[in-house]
């Protein structure tokens, strides 16, 4: 199975991270699990799972991008800070002329 097909069984976009290809996984599972269809046919549900297995390895090998929505940053410690407690860009960039004027 390719990977535009894989994606377009599960419904995810291009840049889908691990996180939303599990969410798309277990909806698309609930939807075509041969015990909960009328026919009880496993087709559909064979396909979800070979297209979630191949997205997986796909996500693994090259992982989405940090900065898109839905991808899995990564935490950092300014950004856990209240929004008083951070330094500004400013005060950052020129410190020690600040601090000369704070002397006089």
Same mark, same amino acid.
């Given at each position: ?5 894989? !994606? ?13 290809? !599990?969410?798309? &996984?277990?909806?698309?599972?609930? %939807? ?12 559909? &549900? ?14 693994? !090998? ?17 950004? %856990? ?8 860009? &400013? ?7 600040? +601090?000369?004027?704070?002397? +006089?």
């Amino acid at each position: 199975m390719d990977e535009a097909t894989a !994606r377009t069984i599960l419904g995810v976009g291009p840049h889908a991270g691990p996180a939303e290809l !599990r969410r798309a &996984f277990r909806l698309r599972s609930k %939807e075509t699990h041969p015990d909960l269809t009328d026919d009880g046919s496993t087709g559909a &549900f064979d396909d979800v799972q070979t297209a979630h297995a191949v997205l997986a390895e796909l996500a693994a !090998r090259v992982p989405a991008p940090w900065w898109l929505e839905g991808a899995d940053a990564p935490r950092s410690r300014i950004a %856990e800070e209240p929004p008083m407690r951070r330094k500004s860009h &400013f005060e950052a960039l020129f410190r020690d002329a600040l +601090q000369q004027q704070r002397e +006089q």
